[in-house]
């Protein structure tokens, strides 16, 4: 392959916090040393409708700070079908593209996978994804904000909980994963965390707010995923077996939006950075990846093959500090 | 009348953050000046209970940073039968407290004048309630903190739908009034405001998203006030008209929590002193109130009988700006 | 005077978080009448140097929500000289200026009150400092964000100073005024608040921080307003005196930054609004005014020759509740 | 050894949020497997003045949320007396205390060690410190909340800034290490930042913000950590090079308080579990660590024995990115 003069760069799949960030730093880094950004708009949907903006320094100026990602995003469902996939790689192709940067999700990266696979197109990707269900990464692009975002959201409840007899229900996003309900609750000291990876039993969520309350206890939390179960399912089981009103909160795309935490902004600049490291190695098909605080690439592929499992652990410990 | 020796004070009805800030002033007030002062738990009901703690200057050290109420607060329906309110009056009289001091909203209020009209209880008001639902007060305890969290969440909303192409519903408390809806809608430039003092028009709405989507503003945002209708009706009534998708956030009682705000926190110091100088002078029967950045003070019988108009020009504003 | 067509807009002073909120009402609510918005940079600096762009509906997007002032502002000293307004004024009329918005502080309306008089430019003043020094009107924009942010810091400090067996000293802004401190003083319990409207007694203070220590507080907060003194200056006085360490925050223009508060983003939205009223009603030479909840509007003559005083009550309040 | 009783707890060095977390964790960890909580008062000092207090379950509760800690904390610099940690071994002795966590820094480690050594105390870190300054964890208790208040705080800095012509300096904390420095000044793209690791050069900063500033970027922030200089050192340099004003912002102990971050709490919390696995199974003389997202022990002498280097790759990425 001859020398890579031009990048694309998108972000696909659910929006995270920290995503602007990572714009900012594949562009300043790529432009830096010489090459070329073309941003594409809405993802995938952008390649195939040839939408994009050519970016310089300082069209990413004063973005760092911005939740959600300039570039938009849209999830591209026809994107599974070979001819739609042969029509994005020509269009990449016929603008010049050596390299496409991929921030976003697992859906995202499969895309990613089979463009290069089919086409020969040349990825990277950054692990951007509020869910952490990417696996070989310590952390991904949002999570930090995301749950930094449902924590100060809980802890309020906590404080009207404390003033009244009552128990609340909180529904929080993750798709299939657990992580940020069990994490959030954790570090709230929820009474009970319900997970997809887990079976719900209401009846001993019931008991223990109802030995709680014995103990003295008033201000009762139930955190739940949204891949679990709804707000709503839970609250009515529990109120039929607890006997006093429970009030839900739905916390939704607040929990994509917001500036990105300061952990989010530095691990997003990092990737950005390594990201065109990686490009101007020609070290293509990887994702970059946080490992013990260091900056790492693993095969797309590879990350791909494994599901992220959730530890735990983690569940016992919400168990017993709560 | 002797002289004054011992009051006694409540929170009652729902919680507003800055209600810690104005037990706090009244305690401190109070014990400077050589009163007693008997904290009630659970408004009107730790009456009845007679559950109460004397309260010391330290003992409401470290509480005005918390949201909710250290004293709790229940509603009790039950104040409203005479001979419940005969026994709380009786159980005030026998512990030998010389005045109520009640931090709540309307219906407290009105169960602090049945007292004093019934039983001869002097009463003191400071309205607390995230509402704004009372008048002869430019601000009332809590509203503050309430609107910069709604505004901090929609903001969050707000980023995240500039990524998408959806429309987003977010549902705020404010039982009876749409003033929360109204301001934190102006705050963050919501597209519509839906509150219960205007008849809801969902076509016209509909019609707004759309030519706002023309016109290629894509970050739109409802908002609802609990007592005009629920998201979920909104979110079904819009989608069937507009075509896409909506998504649903229902804040809850987080509305309730977190620290006070610095203007909620003065303004609960400046009326629980207030409302120490008021008793002090003997000049019952009133409710401690913001005036033009002043202190004042009215008869609780004239906030009563006075709804507080919700100033129709914000709905107008709302509309202009968005 | 024939008809409005066409107004400009200026930010003066120091920055206030809401200005840009202000400026989004103004040119929505004129573009909506039909007006024309000329937006001028840096102040009356942009005027002298016809340094302006023409705003239109979106061009003031998304920009409530950000600090600062997106027109910026300059201290424009020489606006003291005759010849210079006498300039400014020229180019006012050379571009077609029928009235201009004036938003900022003293100093701002003063320039502004001058054109006027001397050369017969309509001017509308709106109320935007955080020093809160501007009469008749409950507040100016600004005020209140600032007020949040002083206080979250010191609340911070509150946490650490409970861990260990320090005093700390804040130093605030305010300029002449001792408002900002005295009110983030009270919302915080600080122990002492030093203010250029009294005279400070450090012994008096040393007095008070031992006796507190006896008491068993070992949280000692000191704000100090810029106008009275320095951080250093009362960090060495006290420590001379009370023989333990002391540490130094200097918060400095994080004050005037910042996402403005739902209060001022709401305050601005209808100051904003009020001034392009007063404008098709040829109500000229007025400030928009904060009362009782309400816009009104006063003379800006009348607002310059009464000084804002300090309601000393709340100084009282401040050592009170401490 | 015989069987694990009564463990002992304290928190040493200077505070970090996330403290009151961890200790919540172990006690409530510990009680859940049977042990008795003794905890002790302002560090080693506590231990000295056997001040202590015994912690059921419900002492620790309503503590994760709060900066600081409620253990108080200390710097005991007379623990570098073999006589004075031979008394601490006795009175540790005497109260049947079988093993001591201790929450802290290297110094605090320091002298765990040496009390382990010296006295045969069995001991377990847990690193409690903003500064980052500890090998073999990825993160220490404290560290995302300091940085998220620095980048908050800059963040502010940066809207006035860009509404002024001048050049911001930032003095934070991080004692011999530049990482809370150089972590923040990427997070919120500051213009230069000065560490102890790295020589400053005050011509070439001077130079680069004159470039930014022909470049059209007019909000400079310079970063400086505490261990390199102070804020008024470097103004006083720029200001002298660069021919216009700059401003100081000194957080001073504003960045070691604060709810702690959501990573902040289940970091602290694990730790905290962790810790009492450790003393279950008689691994003694560990501190608690992050690695790969997972829980670890590293024998503290290990972790004494190397300096924590600064990835000084982020250094260039903050003079890239900016």
Known sequence: MSEIKRIGIITSGGDAPGMNAAIRAVTRSAVTEGLEVYAFYRGFAGILDKEFRKFSFSDVGGIMERGGTILRTARVPEFKLPEIRSKAAQNLKELGIDVLVIIG?????????????????????????????????????????????????????????????????????????????????????????????NPVDFKAIAERIWEERQRGKINSIIVVAEGAASAYTVSRHLENRIGFETRITILGH?????????????????????????????????????????????????????????????????????
């Open 254 to 322: 607040v929990q994509r939006g917001g500036a990105p935490s300061a952990f989010d902004r530095l691990l997003a600049a990092r990737m950005g950075h390594e990201a065109v490291k990686a490009i101007l190695e020609k070290d293509f098909g990887v994702m970059t990846s946080l490992s013990r605080s260091n900056m790492a690439r693993v095969p797309i592929e590879k990350v791909l093959s494994e599901k992220k499992e959730l530890d735990m652990d983690l569940l016992k410990l919400s168990k017993i500090l709560s």
């Open 105 to 197: 999700g697992e859906g995202s990266l499969t895309g990613g996978k089979l463009l290069s696979e089919e086409h020969g197109i040349p990825v990277i990707g950054i692990p951007g994804s509020i869910d952490n269900d990417i696996s070989f990464t310590d952390m991904c692009i949002g999570v930090d904000t995301c749950l930094n975002t449902c924590v100060e959201a809980m802890q309020k409840l906590k404080d009207t909980a404390s003033s009244h007899e009552r128990a609340f229900v909180v529904e929080v996003m993750g798709r299939g994963s657990g992580y940020i309900a069990l994490a959030s609750g954790i570090a709230v000291g929820a009474e009970a965390v319900i997970i997809p990876e």
